[in-house]
């Protein structure tokens, strides 16, 4: 008999991890895929990084660790944010888990109760809406425009705020927009928040270092701010370590101390040969990762340029992450053979089926006219996609 819980069957599989696992499938089957869905640097992680495991393996970090992670990794997470962020945080203050989804699930299950609400600029990444859901929270998306560079206005945000308002989760750089909000940019968010110190705040800064800007501001670095926040970072995208499984967390002692209490029932620390590689990864000088940085910055380029030539597609310029979000809506209400494209959900099959391409809808992404192209590929892997991408949708009349 099929047990399900409500829980379960209330809940989206996430659609950047189903594309992949689709696009998977089709090439085993034989087809000529090019996936371009899942948000994954192709680099190898680099060799120092690998190093330091292997160092960890032979010195028997082999037993359970401290549900928040080895203290000398805190240390280097706190070194990393007065270093790069101008934050100031003890090691108590820092959780580490298993990947910044474990860091972001540990959050809000801390802070939500059932029925409150939790405001979430769209586009935004898949996982938030269901992790709130899972926590019985009510997401409340607020709307943006390519024309705004997808970003929110402090009075957008004022109108969001009711009294059952709990929280605020954004990413910047964005995924699956790009967008990196500046210092002003959030001082004026920040003017906004700190009326409301009931309202915490997530700031997802997993892609701080995938970043094409001069600079970089974090949240939690106003003063006024401070109490409010929780900075989530991890080193699956900066350093080309997603299958290490390894995210983290600076906050308040409260919430910090509330994550921890979850951990330790649900996973308990994280691998300790990850926390080894951890520690040289975050510990070494930013710059390290400037080669991967530039090769995405190239990539980017190259795909904004083809879609430029795309008569219909518009596109908006991401200033970090490894994401193109065009608006597509140009096409809906067009046909091709068996082909009627009515929404962003056919368009991203459309292309999947007959340029081999896999894409994800911005659906997921609460933006029903787009399509996530993610770039983290190799430049030969763009220019074919791109081409293969560009013909089919020229079939559509
Ligand atoms: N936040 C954002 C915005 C992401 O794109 C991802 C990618 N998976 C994550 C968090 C989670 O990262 P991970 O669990 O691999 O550390
Ligand atoms: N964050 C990545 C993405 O958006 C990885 C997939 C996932 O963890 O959902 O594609």
């Given at each position: 008999?099929?047990?399900?819980?409500?829980?379960?069957?209330?809940?989206?599989?996430?659609?950047?991890?189903?594309?992949?696992?689709?696009?998977?499938?089709?090439?085993?089957?034989?087809?000529?895929?090019?996936?371009?869905?899942?948000?994954?640097?192709?680099?190898?992680?680099?060799?120092?990084?690998?190093?330091?495991?292997?160092?960890?393996?032979?010195?028997?970090?082999?037993?359970?660790?401290?549900?928040?992670?080895?203290?000398?990794?805190?240390?280097?997470?706190?070194?990393?944010?007065?270093?790069?962020?101008?934050?100031?945080?003890?090691?108590?203050?820092?959780?580490?888990?298993?990947?910044?989804?474990?860091?972001?699930?540990?959050?809000?299950?801390s802070c939500v109760n059932p029925g409150d609400e939790v405001i979430v600029p769209a586009p935004y990444w898949v996982s938030y809406e269901e992790i709130i859901k899972m926590a019985e929270g009510v997401p409340?998306?607020?709307?943006?425009?390519?024309?705004?560079?997808?970003?929110?206005?402090?009075?957008?945000?004022?109108?969001?705020?009711?009294?059952?308002?709990?929280?605020?989760?954004?990413?910047?750089?964005?995924?699956?927009?790009?967008?990196?909000?500046?210092?002003?940019?959030?001082?004026?968010?920040?003017?906004?928040?700190?009326?409301?110190?009931?309202?915490?705040?997530?700031?997802?800064?997993?892609?701080e270092h995938i970043n094409f800007t001069n600079s970089y501001f974090s949240m939690a670095a106003f003063d006024d701010m401070y109490d409010q926040v929780v900075t989530v970072n991890g080193v699956s995208k900066?350093?080309?370590?997603?299958?290490?499984?390894?995210?983290?967390?600076?906050?308040?002692?409260?919430?910090?101390?509330?994550?921890?209490?979850?951990?330790?029932?649900?996973?308990?620390?994280?691998?300790?040969?990850?926390?080894?590689?951890?520690?040289?990864?975050?510990?070494?000088?930013?710059?390290?990762?400037?080669?991967?940085?530039?090769?995405?910055?190239?990539?980017?380029?190259?795909?904004?340029?083809?879609?430029?030539?795309?008569?219909?597609?518009?596109?908006?310029?991401?200033?970090?992450?490894?994401?193109?979000?065009?608006?597509?809506?140009?096409?809906?209400?067009?046909?091709?053979?068996?082909?009627?494209?009515?929404?962003?959900?056919?368009?991203?099959?459309?292309?999947?089926?007959?340029?081999?391409?896999?894409?994800?809808?911005?659906?997921?992404?609460?933006?029903?006219?787009?399509?996530?192209?993610?770039?983290?590929?190799?430049?030969?892997?763009?220019?074919?996609?791109?081409?293969?991408?560009?013909?089919?949708?020229?079939?559509?009349?």
């Amino acid at each position: 008999m099929d047990n399900t819980s409500i829980r379960v069957n209330k809940l989206s599989e996430s659609a950047t991890i189903a594309m992949a696992r689709k696009a998977r499938e089709l090439k085993s089957q034989g087809e000529d895929i090019i996936s371009l869905s899942l948000g994954e640097p192709d680099f190898n992680t680099p060799d120092f990084i690998k190093e330091a495991a292997v160092e960890g393996i032979h010195q028997n970090y082999s037993k359970y660790m401290p549900v928040n992670g080895y203290l000398d990794l805190r240390e280097s997470i706190v070194d990393k944010f007065k270093r790069d962020n101008g934050i100031q945080y003890n090691v108590d203050q820092i959780v580490v888990s298993t990947g910044a989804k474990q860091s972001i699930a540990n959050v809000v299950l801390s802070c939500v109760n059932p029925g409150d609400e939790v405001i979430v600029p769209a586009p935004y990444w898949v996982s938030y809406e269901e992790i709130i859901k899972m926590a019985e929270g009510v997401p409340v998306f607020i709307e943006t425009t390519i024309e705004n560079d997808f970003k929110i206005s402090p009075s957008q945000l004022e109108k969001a705020v009711t009294s059952k308002t709990k929280m605020m989760i954004y990413s910047s750089p964005c995924n699956p927009s790009g967008s990196v909000y500046s210092k002003e940019e959030l001082r004026s968010l920040a003017d906004v928040l700190v009326q409301y110190p009931n309202i915490t705040v997530l700031s997802d800064e997993i892609y701080e270092h995938i970043n094409f800007t001069n600079s970089y501001f974090s949240m939690a670095a106003f003063d006024d701010m401070y109490d409010q926040v929780v900075t989530v970072n991890g080193v699956s995208k900066s350093f080309a370590m997603t299958g290490w499984r390894l995210g983290y967390i600076g906050a308040p002692n409260w919430l910090a101390n509330a994550c921890t209490k979850i951990q330790g029932q649900f996973t308990s620390g994280t691998s300790g040969i990850s926390q080894r590689a951890a520690i040289a990864a975050i510990s070494a000088n930013p710059d390290v990762v400037n080669e991967m940085k530039s090769a995405f910055l190239k990539r980017r380029d190259f795909v904004l340029n083809a879609l430029s030539n795309i008569p219909g597609i518009k596109i908006n310029e991401p200033k970090g992450a490894f994401y193109v979000f065009p608006d597509v809506s140009f096409f809906f209400n067009k046909s091709f053979g068996k082909y009627n494209i009515q929404n962003a959900d056919d368009l991203t099959m459309y292309i999947l089926e007959t340029a081999k391409v896999a894409l994800v809808t911005g659906n997921a992404f609460g933006s029903p006219n787009c399509l996530r192209i993610s770039y983290a590929s190799s430049l030969d892997n763009l220019k074919l996609a791109m081409e293969r991408i560009a013909s089919s949708l020229n079939e559509l009349k």
